[in-house]
């Protein structure tokens, strides 16, 4: 009895499988069959990329609320004939129909396409193509003076199609992410300029949009101020330095030795008789070939302090030599040795003499900052100089001599007025009835003023206490 049950339900389940897979294999071929018999349309066109252009000056940023070119590329498929192509911009961009260009490409050869692009101002720009584009071919579009929102953000342009035989399709966004950088508020400033009617009308004139471009001059001035930071860095930390290696120097110029006399006179010599441009080279490229590698900011001080020190050297030469030789006599009578008369009585006063021509090497020293510009150094001049090669336009220059002028004009003006005061005192001096004694004249003196004794010796007594 089990074994004939076991052969009845045998084929009985072979039957059910045959029949189950006849029945898939009717299904599939019948799926086959519909698909191959619906008509092909816009489902198939592919978008490749949608990307935008650069344009920031001097990077690779794009920026909104500045016009940028946006280039859009599409391949319809091989049985695909369109006879319309939308592209949907993000919410607030700015664009123009006219300034798009439509080309077809059938691999590396053009394809006519008597397209007519309009936009009907919902923020679509549409591709017509009332004869219909040749199946498979590809599609080029390029917008220019694309404007995106000025805050930035990440934007993805939309796409939809129409076949010749009237039926639409939705691809949404495709192609790629284009990704804008917000700009500044002076971006903003020279954006709404060259808007502006009379900037339009002063750049028509050559010489004043290569030197005074009012939109150059709006976005140059945050750059070049960064610059114009590092260079009041490099005199706030080597003018301070230079001062004490030049006293020093002087000091040894005038020594009793002549091996520190020696040493001292080689030293500014060199450095007086040869250009700061060529000391910044030698720093710069022969320190790395002897293995070392110092920061360039601290380099930098390096060298102006150095060159500073020479010239500040000579400048306390002749201040301590202006000095009247019956200064050092009077300190030395009241039992001051050499060190003390120099710091408690010499210095001070000469100090106060040189102050006018300390001011002078202080704007020179601050000048001279703009040669390092040629190693690299990211300073008033360098910044200028980057963006002038993105812009060419001289503008920035221009603006770079601003910033140094807006130093160097007070300061030249208080080193007048000290002079000035200097020369009053001397007038004023000169004009005492009472003193009528008769001037006396040392060898290494330069000018000084009319002393009595007994004015020598009050101001010893001060310098003393």
Known sequence: ??????????????????????????????????????????????????????????????????????????????????????????????????????????????????????????????????????????????????????EGGEFQISASTESVDGQSVDLGPQGGVITVAGISTAEQIAAWLNNQAWVQAWNTNKFLHLFFDPAIIVTSIPNVFNGWLTALGIVAVSFPCAIPVGFILALMRMARFRVLRALAATFVNVVRGTPMFLQIYIAFFGLPLLGLNVNNFALGCCVMALNSSAYLCEIFRAGIQSISKGQFEAARSLGMNGAQTMIHVIAPQAFRRVIPTMTNELILLYKDTSLLAAVGIMETVMYAKTITAATGNITPYIVAAMFYLVVTLPMSRITRAMEDRTGNRKVAIKKKPADKKPKSVTKKQGWSPDLNQAKDELEIKTADL
Do not use: Q
């Open 1 to 150: 009895m089990g074994t004939c049950s076991y052969a009845t339900s045998a084929p009985s389940t072979a039957k059910r499988i045959i029949r189950a897979a006849l029945v898939a294999l009717a299904t599939v071929l019948v799926g086959m069959t519909l698909f191959a018999a619906a008509p092909h349309n816009a489902y198939a066109l592919e978008v490749e990329s949608c990307t935008a252009s650069p344009n920031e000056d001097g990077g690779d940023r794009i920026l909104g609320d500045t016009p940028t070119r946006v280039t859009w590329r599409a391949h319809a498929d091989e049985a695909e004939s369109l006879s319309k192509v939308t592209l949907a911009f993000p919410e607030g961009a700015e664009f123009n129909a006219d300034k798009a260009k439509v080309t077809g490409l059938s691999g590396l050869e053009r394809v006519e396409l008597n397209a007519e692009v309009t936009s009907p101002g919902d923020g679509t720009l549409v591709i017509s193509m009332p004869e219909g584009a040749p199946a498979g071919v590809s599609f080029l579009v390029e917008i220019y003076n694309v404007v995106f929102p000025g």
